[in-house]
């Protein structure tokens, strides 16, 4: 939705920008109006124009801020709870990892890498219109296993510490809370110890071969120029682990921050 919001505000961008340029080299430079018919039809663009002239600027300064600085998005689901509530309006830092040509996503300068931890939205590999936001979790050339709920990266266990229940007011029942260490980032999980995630691929996705799945565990190796993300839901959420890896061009940016939740004020602030 976001791609579709993006052309739809470049091409308002141009027609006000062709407006503009009416006005400076056509109609300030029309004096003499022989009709009245004329005359209308002369107001009319001559009032198009006058608009445009107020409106481009902000416009371009939009499109402008929008394609290369940060970008708004409002998160639908609990895939990312407690880290991130369905209803949070969330800002997320597009020149990161790198500054990109708008629409056709080529970089144009790095910047930096993606890192284990970061939050990301991107464009889902199977429906570009569609954007998810995950945890980065494995980079390229990690090995990433999950077993009885527990994470490896290259076969070490990534620490987590039980910090209480999390209240799900869907479901109405409280789920295992935990504190994840991860490089030199602390943030908060869900998993509850009495469901069993049947892990399998939902489809034949790219690289499935270096998937292995067996009795509801799994573990892959994350290729070149791709990442495996997750959600911090761990029993609910569609990610990597069902529909495979991230390729570094669907990646629009790194979230940092929350900017509004209308149901909760105190929401406001920097994410983990």
């Known amino acids: 939705m976001s791609q579709l919001f993006n052309l739809f505000l470049f091409i308002i ?50 499109f402008l801020f929008r394609s290369f600085v940060f970008e708004p998005f409002r998160i639908p689901s609990e895939s990312m709870l407690p880290t991130l509530q369905p209803g949070d309006f969330i800002i997320v830092n597009k020149h990161s990892y790198s500054i990109k040509l708008p629409f056709l996503n080529y970089d144009i300068l790095l910047l930096s890498k993606p ?6 939205v991107f464009h889902y590999p199977y429906s ?8 980065i979790i494995g980079l390229p050339g990690d090995k990433i296993s999950y077993k009885k709920k527990q994470l490896f990266i290259n076969d070490i266990e990534i620490d987590n510490h039980r910090d209480g229940f999390y209240y799900d007011h869907n479901s109405m029942r409280f789920i295992n809370r935990y504190n994840e260490f991860l490089d030199n980032i602390v943030y908060k999980i869900l998993s509850n110890e009495g469901y069993i995630n049947s892990l399998s691929p939902h489809f034949k996705f790219p690289f499935l071969e270096n998937f292995k799945y067996s009795d509801g565990d799994f573990s892959c190796i994350v290729p070149d120029d791709n990442y495996f993300v997750m959600g911090d839901n761990r029993d609910n959420s569609f990610d990597s682990r069902y529909w495979g890896f991230v ?21 406001i602030g920097y994410l983990n």
């Open 13 to 62: 961008l141009l027609t006000t920008a062709m407006l503009w340029l009416i006005n400076i080299l056509y109609l300030r430079r029309r004096k003499n109006i022989t009709s009245d018919t004329g005359n209308i039809y002369y107001k009319k663009l001559l009032y198009l124009s006058n608009c445009s002239i107020n409106i481009f600027p902000v416009l371009l300064v939009v």
């Open 115 to 120: 890192k284990r931890g970061d939050v990301i």
């Open 247 to 267: 390729p570094y061009h669907n990646i629009v940016g790194r979230a940092f921050f929350i900017w509004m939740n209308f149901n909760d004020i105190g929401r």
């Open 128 to 135: 570009k219109k569609v954007d998810y936001i995950k945890r």
